[in-house]
């Protein structure tokens, strides 16, 4: 194939043209940085590998960590953490046990991902999330999700969302505001753990997680202010109350005092003290 033959079939010519001319208009001060650019932008990103591999999270647990490349960049996922195993063989076996079964599942996540998952994703393009999402699914047809694992597919899912975002040239939160249909974008009101129980804790609280969030806050950096302050405050209301063995922290941050089946009520405490009034707040659990 000669070079025009070459240019002719890709339209390189028109292209070439079509970018100096933009350069030309924007005034560019680096007229070949512009034109890569410009040229970089006009071929449409497709996804053309997709590389997991095993991380330890921040509790030193097995969890799943995804690379999507494209054929203009690579975008790497959140790890997404493992839950505790369940099940038959799960509840036979003791914590080392546990820990075992744990680290097959990850390690039989990634094989998945970098085998089935890679193969199905390549060529999409990943501004076409729903897509994305609906083969990724379409992989697993076990009850929950429990063959490739719902973690280990949300890797996934988010380091598309990541190279959708790139592709538009917006920041993260705008795409996914777009892609939920939402014209305008708002901060959520963080969720602050604050007590922990159940299988977070060694104490006898049947809670897994008590959580405040600061709804009275005007913005989110007042939000994270009063969510420190109060934390902060309840660990000199859980002293007076309970003893330094009572500060101890949970496995999600917050302290676990050992209070059996009784419930402290934050709201109450934190009120009464004057920190911050209790409107400002709401509390939430999971257990």
């Given at each position: ?121 390549v060529g999409m393009d990943p501004q076409q999330q729903a897509q994305i999402d609906q083969a990724i699914m379409d992989l697993d047809k076990a009850r929950h999700k429990a063959e490739l694992g719902a973690n280990a597919m949300l890797a996934v899912s988010i380091a ?128």
């Amino acid at each position: 194939m000669s070079v025009q033959e070459y240019l002719e079939k890709h339209l390189l010519s028109r292209k070439i043209e079509e970018a100096v001319n933009a350069a030309v208009r924007a005034k560019a001060p680096d007229p070949v940085l512009f034109i890569a650019g410009h040229m970089r932008r006009a071929a449409p990103a497709v996804i053309t590998r997709v590389r997991a591999r095993q991380i330890l999270d921040g509790h030193g647990a097995p969890a799943v960590e995804v690379e999507l490349h494209t054929n203009k960049a690579v975008h790497r996922a959140s790890a997404a953490g493992a839950g505790a195993p369940e099940g038959a063989a799960a509840d036979a076996a003791g914590d080392s046990g546990k820990r075992k079964i744990l680290a097959r599942a990850v390690a039989d996540a990634v094989r998945v991902i970098n085998d089935k998952v890679s193969e199905a994703l390549v060529g999409m393009d990943p501004q076409q999330q729903a897509q994305i999402d609906q083969a990724i699914m379409d992989l697993d047809k076990a009850r929950h999700k429990a063959e490739l694992g719902a973690n280990a597919m949300l890797a996934v899912s988010i380091a598309a969302c990541k190279a959708g975002a790139a592709e538009k040239e917006v920041p993260l939160y705008k795409h996914i505001a777009v892609l939920v249909g939402k014209s305008a974008a708002t901060i959520p009101v963080p969720a602050i753990t604050v007590i922990n129980g159940g299988k977070h804790a060694g104490n006898g609280l049947p809670i897994q997680e008590i959580m405040i969030l600061p709804v009275g806050a005007k913005n989110f950096e007042e939000a994270m202010q009063m969510g420190s302050e109060t934390y902060h405050h309840l660990k000199d209301i859980i002293l007076e109350k309970y003893g330094a063995e009572s500060c101890n922290i949970g496995d999600h941050g917050g302290f676990a005092p050992n209070i059996s089946r009784q419930l402290l009520r934050i709201e109450e405490e934190l009120g009464s003290e004057g920190v911050y009034a209790g409107e400002n707040w709401r509390t939430a659990s999971t257990s």
